[in-house]
């Protein structure tokens, strides 16, 4: 069982940079990769940053460039560095962490780009 519990939204103005946390309990964090999913209201939940067990990034490309992913193993914590923070990036932001048959959620935090 792992529980994860996600910080770091707010209100930003476009342009601006953001960094979101997840920190992770209850279970080896290491062996598990991690995402970053978000959701708009009226629209599907949608992965926007992955980081394996091993490191390896991926990002969707309406993020690519301007958002970062990373984890610190030690801290059982996973970040998303967002820059150049565009309207259409408001959505609330969810943490996964999953290997094979595992998988779990932390509870959003919501994300509002807005002059």
């Known amino acids: 069982q792992v529980q994860l519990v996600e910080s770091g939204g707010g209100l930003v103005q476009p342009g601006g940079s953001l960094r979101l946390s997840c920190a992770a309990s209850g279970s080896i964090f290491s062996i598990y990769a991690m995402d970053w999913y978000r959701q708009a209201p009226g629209k599907q939940r949608d992965l926007v940053a992955r980081?394996?067990?091993?490191?390896?990034?991926y990002y969707s490309d309406s993020v690519k460039g301007r958002f970062t992913i990373s984890r610190d193993n030690a801290k059982n914590t996973v970040y998303l560095q967002m820059n150049s923070l565009k309207p259409e990036d408001t959505a609330v932001y969810y943490c996964?962490?999953?290997?094979?048959?595992?998988?779990?959620w932390g509870q959003g935090t919501q994300v509002t780009v807005s002059s």
């Open positions: 996964n962490a999953h290997r094979g048959q595992l998988d779990y």
């Open positions: 980081i394996t067990n091993g490191g390896t990034t």
